[in-house]
């Protein structure tokens, strides 16, 4: 089946700095990405949709020179926390779905536990 | 509002019990629906799709009413390993999902 990775798994960094998780498509093309936060005990909330070769859309509220996208390849997104500040702790998840398939069903990476101290 | 809610539960079962966990999506234009588990620190993972005509996977049925813009899933004789939080899920046309904040369910011996 189809498989989506992320990298780290696990991140803890000062605050102020910079943070890469990475988000790949492992057997199958995806133009489109999409990360998710989710804080303790609630839901996945949608923070931007990472379009391949195209610059990406964010929710209301989120900062797009805070959480920087790049989406360079069909197999990988990119999501850049820049000068980290512990609220932005929180667990990352990016998921991409396979077109042509109905129903449109999305796969989820395994996530990324940011921890800024 | 939000455009997905639940009842956040927690749910507490007995084993072999039937459960019903419902949803409501305020998006009269949403296009496709699931149920999604998550088991705590994971991922969430695809349950079902739900369907207007309704649809069945072993112990798990769901229901879609597109009238009321009601989901529903029920689950019967319980399972402890059915304890996880399970996550309505409606997808908009432009193919993003928008999630409820979950249901939690705790299945007891």
């Known amino acids: 089946g189809a498989v989506v990775s992320q990298h780290p798994s696990r991140v803890i960094c000062k605050s102020g700095t910079s943070v890469k998780i990475e988000c790949r498509s492992l057997?199958?093309?995806?133009?489109?990405m999409f990360w998710y936060r989710q804080f303790p005990k609630k839901s996945l909330m949608l923070m931007a949709t990472?379009?391949?070769?195209?610059?990406?859309?964010?929710e209301q509220g989120v900062e797009k020179d805070k959480f920087l996208i790049n989406h360079a390849s069909l197999t990988l997104s990119t999501l850049t926390v820049t000068s980290a500040h512990p609220e932005d702790s929180s667990f990352y998840i990016c998921s991409a779905p396979i077109s042509g398939r109905e129903p449109y069903e999305q796969y989820f990476g395994p996530g990324t536990r940011l921890t800024v101290t | 509002r939000k455009e997905v809610e639940q009842d956040p539960g927690p749910f507490n079962v007995p084993e072999g019990a039937t459960v019903a966990f419902n949803c409501t999506y305020s998006n009269s234009a949403s296009q496709s629906f699931f149920w999604y588990r998550q088991d705590c620190r994971k991922e969430p993972k695809l349950l079902m799709s739900?369907?207007?005509s309704g649809n069945e996977d072993g112990r798990f049925t769901a229901q879609l009413n597109r009238a009321s813009q009601y989901i529903s899933l029920l689950i019967r004789d319980s399972k402890l390993s059915d304890s996880a939080t399970y996550l309505c899920?409606?997808?908009?046309?432009?193919?993003?999902?928008?999630f409820g904040a979950g249901t939690r369910l705790t299945v007891k011996p």
């Open positions: 899920v409606v997808k908009r046309h432009n193919n993003d999902m928008r």
């Open positions: 057997d199958f093309q995806a133009t489109t």
């Open positions: 739900v369907y207007s």
């Open positions: 990472s379009n391949e070769g195209s610059k990406a859309t964010y």
